[in-house]
């Protein structure tokens, strides 16, 4: 009976612990409730890759946050806060954010998002990122202020502001005002810094990796802080190396523009990872305390770096890079950096007002540029070429542009251990195996070179070198052709052809005219400047040909198919091009000499002798002017230009 008794008397105590515990539960699920229904409010919704995010109106205007941010935490604490009185606590925040998510990915719109530029309706938006939320809008009439953009941008941390762009003065004058906030030779460099810059303004790429290559003291990080500051200004405005992929991607889903300062190697992951954000990459990686699920990075920025010292080896990245050398900077001439920034704050609205209407230009004049032929990153040479009437001279960019890129391959090939011994090769056309190539190459290279870690131990080893210099060789004056998947010998050939230099880019342009005489019949036709013959007296057949320069047999005699006029003595005019595109290899082109037309097993060369350039086989050049070094000059060294 004592125990009955004493069971009975604990009865009324753990009803009331019961009724104080489904208390505390039921105000648990009506906080979380409450924070619900403040998030629906506003409309929630989710990116095309699957994250949640939230549109709310705050102080009268929209703003969008992922419903995992911290800022949109604090939203839902603040809004629960002044309508309550209390805090929630942290279960009912937790689960409030987790029916949030679900709401919004499973019940929400689609839409998607951008961080400081973005496109809609053959429109681009940039993100002023004031308190305000108010955006910049920029089509082919030109650009203006709105207090809400079609497009949802998001904030990350580090963000600032820019200021409202004012226009004041002509557009090329106050571009021009940007040299002096930065340290770049005038002209061609300049040039490509403005196109890097307005490629910036897309919201889309490709974009080329700038490469500030500089002696200390060149202000290599106050140029990159400059272009930051009129574009995608941030309180972290240069980044140092990062330590892995995973950090740079990180990195380019969080900023419009990665500035990587003072960087003093490249590593192969780097380098694959700068490629893969200048051109668009996906990133996935396994999300925490998960099996399965994923979590995705997609992006595709504007990068620049600074080196003191030639830091960019890898083929890939050189051919995606603009690299430039600032001038040293005298000591008398140096100006505090505070100073300098004091008064580029003052002229930073009028500058960046002047490259919105260079954008606006590009807008409006992007679907009349139809040049089919393009270098390397055709988009961002395309858009370069629609803004450049509205700030320089047209064809400036064109022309600096090549010549950078010759510059780089030049750099890259003769810093290249393998690149630089298949340029000293002199028994052209070569054919063989990697075998055969791997005992040819020491002997031009030298003991000291083959001694080192990088010269390849292996055929397969060279072979994965070679197919990444390729387009670069082909460029300087050099086609490496690897093997046809059928061909059982595993035969490799070299030869010489003409580098097919950089087209011209204005709209007016045709690859297939020659200094402005008329299409491409006959490719060599229209040059009218006498050359002296290199035929043989009394036209007399040739004994590399066996064909006489006149005869019926060859009807594409220097004669016949160039009018009678032979080629232009001195320093060509311009650029030859075939009709095919295959400068030195196709039938069109013909051997000054002989008369026979090019063949790939025998191109034509651009050979220099006694001050005069001509096109031969290499067989003709060597019978009729004997073996010498100094005829074939490559002509990646020359390059011969327009004009």
Wanted: net charge negative; proline share 7%.
């Amino acid at each position: 009976m004592s125990e009955e008794k004493a069971t009975e008397e604990e009865t009324p105590e753990q009803d009331k612990l019961e009724d104080l515990i489904d208390a505390l539960t039921k105000e648990r699920k009506k906080q979380a409730d409450v924070l619900v229904e403040i998030a629906k409010r506003g409309e929630l919704f989710h990116s095309p890759d699957g994250v949640a995010y939230a549109d709310f109106t705050h102080k009268g205007h929209r703003e969008t946050w992922p419903v995992r941010s911290g800022g949109y935490r604090k939203y839902l604490l603040h809004c629960f806060y002044d309508e309550n009185k209390s805090a929630p606590n942290r279960e009912a925040t937790a689960n409030a954010i987790n029916v949030v998510e679900a709401e919004a990915v499973f019940k929400g719109n689609e839409y998607p998002i951008a961080i400081r530029i973005g496109g809609h309706d053959n429109k681009l938006y940039l993100d002023l990122c004031n308190d305000s939320w108010q955006a910049i809008e920029i089509d082919e009439d030109g650009w203006r202020a709105i207090d809400q953009s079609p497009i949802r941008f998001i904030r990350t941390s580090g963000m600032l502001s820019l200021p409202m762009p004012v226009a004041a003065g002509k557009t090329r004058d106050c571009i021009r005002a940007l040299a002096k906030y930065i340290n770049i030779e005038p002209g061609a460099d300049f040039a490509l810094l403005k196109a890097w810059l307005l490629a910036a303004f897309r919201p889309k790429g490709p974009y080329p990796v700038l490469a500030l290559i500089g002696h200390h003291g060149s202000a290599k990080s106050t140029t990159l802080r400059v272009f930051r500051a009129l574009i995608d200004p941030n309180s972290g405005d240069l980044r140092a190396a990062p330590r892995n992929p995973d950090d740079l991607y990180i990195a380019a889903a969080r900023s419009h523009i990665i500035l990587l300062d003072n960087i003093s190697s490249i590593p192969d992951w780097l380098s694959d990872a700068l490629c893969r954000i200048a051109t668009g990459m996906s990133y996935t990686k396994r999300m925490l305390f998960t099996d399965q699920d994923e979590v995705l990075i997609s992006a595709m920025r504007p990068q620049a770096i600074t080196s003191i010292i030639e830091v960019i080896e890898n083929p890939d990245l050189g051919d995606r890079s603009i690299i430039l050398v600032p001038p040293r900077i005298d000591d008398d001439a140096r100006r505090e950096e505070e100073e300098l920034f004091k008064e580029f704050k003052v002229e930073r609205p009028a500058i960046l007002a002047a490259l919105l209407f260079v954008v606006a230009h590009g807008l409006r004049t992007l679907p009349d540029i139809t040049n089919k032929k393009w270098p390397r990153m055709a988009d961002f040479a395309k858009w370069a070429t629609a803004c450049e009437a509205a700030h320089d001279k047209p064809g400036t960019f064109a022309d600096a542009y090549a010549e950078n890129r010759i510059s780089a391959i030049t750099t890259l090939l003769g810093d290249n251990i393998i690149g630089s011994a298949v340029l000293q090769m002199s028994s052209l056309p070569w054919s063989g195996t990697l075998s055969a190539l791997l005992v040819e190459l020491p002997k031009i290279a030298g003991e000291q070179i083959t001694k080192t870690k990088d010269w390849p131990k292996s055929p397969n080893k060279l072979g994965a070198i070679l197919r990444k210099l390729v387009v670069f060789l082909r460029e300087a004056g050099i086609e490496v052709e690897p093997p046809a998947k059928s061909d059982k010998t595993r035969t490799w050939y070299i030869r010489t052809v003409l580098r097919p230099t950089s087209p011209d880019t204005s709209p007016a342009y045709n690859p297939l005219k020659i200094n402005g005489l008329g299409e491409v019949g006959d490719v060599l036709q229209g040059m009218t400047v006498d050359t002296p013959s290199l035929q043989p007296e009394g036209g007399a057949p040739c004994n590399i040909c066996k064909t006489s320069p006149t005869s019926p047999e060859n009807p594409k005699s220097p004669d016949l198919a160039n009018n009678g006029k032979g080629l232009p003595s001195g320093e060509v005019q311009g650029d030859v091009w075939a009709k095919s595109g295959d400068v030195g290899t196709s039938p069109e082109m013909i051997c000054q000499h002989c008369g026979a037309p090019a063949t790939a097993d025998s191109p034509v060369l651009l050979c220099a002798v006694d001050g005069q350039e001509y096109l031969l086989h290499r067989a003709c050049q060597t019978e009729w002017m004997g073996e010498t070094d100094d005829l074939a000059i490559p002509e990646f060294l020359r390059r011969p230009r327009t004009g």
